[in-house]
């Protein structure tokens, strides 16, 4: 059981590929998003993978004005925590959607987005 | 356990230096030592707090160089990096060492150097507080993170921006009678509410700035204490986290490592939120104060934003909240943040505050927090 059950890496290449995947404890049942090696509800050690839909809806959200050196060309850009269905949360850009459509509790759906020559996590409308 | 003091504090003005943040911290705790009216020779160790040396100076090893620079260059140091908690985090490491009996007077400082380098680069080092692979790639900031936080408070309590700007009105106003303060200059509600926007809803006097600055302080045995002119007694110095993902945290309009950490602090020192009468607490940002005051139980949930507006945590209000300008405008100079908070707690505890003294403060508190609310340090001090 030294091997976790899905690493950060491999989370990055499903979501490149457009697939959530959250772990499931065998223990208790609760879920998470990787990566965790120990249930903080259960403390067993029994993760696996599970799909998850990318259905969510928007807990809160901003928009960044002043960026960061490597993503100043980017700004402005929106930013939102979204809690999905499955119950547990991401973050991520908000894309295709205005800015002032932005409300909390409003539907989006997970798609991914390449940032600076990397995977990231982006929610679109449904 | 032992009892433990404080009986010396020194901070440098805050703003803008030409200095590194070992000549700060230096400069800062040579003042300490000359309060507290001892020679460096007894100090027994150094506990430190510095974070983007690294980034803005080129330097680690900063703990040790610090030292040196002070002229102390044989005593134990460690450095301590929880983001914006790292000089409380310091501070409670070396009350745990005085009060186990292992040394009988340590020095506790921070200092930090980020105004060498433009905006964006320190934009960019601040944010590095967050998970590099789930949230710097989307290109999250420190207020980002913020902002994230108010409009969760705003959607769940009806919080305005309004209330949130009377929070900068106030740290402000406070902050003209602080000869240290970065800012000493009053503002209004309107300067505020027009503020270009930074990251929605916070505007860019809803956050505090960019500062150069270094503090420090002297800790001692209750032995050592009693021989002192004015002690400040620990009550109580305590610790919590909280999950580092924003996605991981259930309720964005709370900061739960500060209720945990103030739940500690309050039972180790058999103190009540009511019986706090002035406090130090860490407005990085103008929601983060009022989400503070909430989390430290001086104010319901939820009524944070009122009780700025009311005007109930300025001075001479039911809870003096930032006496010295706070964060947003005294300055913020990361690692030194939490020790100059408890300098000011101990100013006032001594009753030496002056213009901005809080009248017949007997307990104090400080609240310090680090980056994304995943750390969060409480401590507390009384007089005699």
Redesign the interface.
Known sequence: MSEPSIT?HAF?EQARDGRLIGIKCGGCGALA?PPRELCPDCGRREWSPVPLSGDGEI??????????????G??P?A?A?VRLTEG??????VVDIP?DDLA?GRKVRFRPLR??D?T??AFGPV | MRRVAVIGVGTTKFGKHERTSAELFASAAADALLDADLPASRIQALYYGNVVGGETEKQLHTSPQAASVLGLPAVPTTRFETACASSHSAFRHAVMEVASGTSDVVMVGGAERVLNV????S??YF?YASDA?????????F??VF???A??HM?KHGTTEAQMAAVAVKNHKHGVLNPKAQFQKEITLETVLNS???????KLYDCCPFTDGGAALVLASEEVARRSRRPIWVLASAAASDWM?????RD?SRVPATERAAAAAYRQAGKRPEDVDVVELHDCFTIAEIVATEGLGLFEPGTGGLAAEKGWTSLGGKVPVNPSGGLKAKGHPIGATGAAQICEIVTQLRAEAGPRQVDGARTGLTHTLGGNTATVLVSLFGRE
């Open positions: 950060q990055f998003i807990a809160s959200f901003t928009v960044i004005r002043i960026a960061p050196r490597g993503h100043a980017d700004a850009y930013i925590a547990v949360s991401l973050l991520g850009r800015f909390v940032i600076l990397r990231a996590i | 433009p905006t964006a680069d934009t960019e944010a692979m789930w949230e710097q790639t989307l290109g999250l900031t207020p980002g902002a994230l936080v409009r969760a959607h270009p926007r930074v990251a929605d809803p916070l993902l924003i996605g991981d945290k964005l």
